[in-house]
Nanobody, 118 residues
Framework: QVQLVESGGGLVQAGGSLRLSCTAS????????MGWYRQAPGKQRELVAA???????NYADSVKGRFTISRDNAKNTVYLQMNSLKPEDTAVYYC????????????WGQGTQVTVSS
């Protein structure tokens, strides 16, 4: 059983920064792709950023240049550094693990709320 625990969300003013963390257990973390999804009220969940087991990354166009995904295999943790935050970044953020960045396992954590005020 894979467990994903997200943390680091909060309330921040537009232009501010937050760093989210997700610790995974129950799988061989270093072999897995990891990703961050978000879901805003009334919208579908969307993939924001992903990182392969080898460290290659990709981002949604809406966050390129502002968000950075990284991983620490020794800590089984993936991070999302979010800079220059905008009100439209307000959402619940979830991490996800997968075989690759195209094949995701069906496990979700509880998510962490990010609220950006204007």
């Amino acid at each position: 059983q894979v467990q994903l625990v997200e943390s680091g969300g909060g309330l921040v003013q537009a232009g501010g920064s937050l760093r989210l963390s997700c610790t995974a257990s129950g799988s061989v973390f270093r072999l897995n792709a990891m990703g961050w999804y978000r879901q805003a009220p009334g919208k579908q969940r969307e993939l924001v950023a992903a990182i392969t087991s080898g460290g290659s990354t990709n981002y949604a166009d809406s966050v390129k240049g502002r968000f950075t995904i990284s991983r620490d295999n020794a800590k089984n943790t993936v991070y999302l550094q979010m800079n220059s935050l905008k009100p439209e970044d307000t959402a619940v953020y979830y991490c996800k693990t997968g075989l690759t960045t195209n094949i995701w396992y069906d496990y979700w954590g509880q998510g962490t709320q990010v609220t950006v005020s204007s």
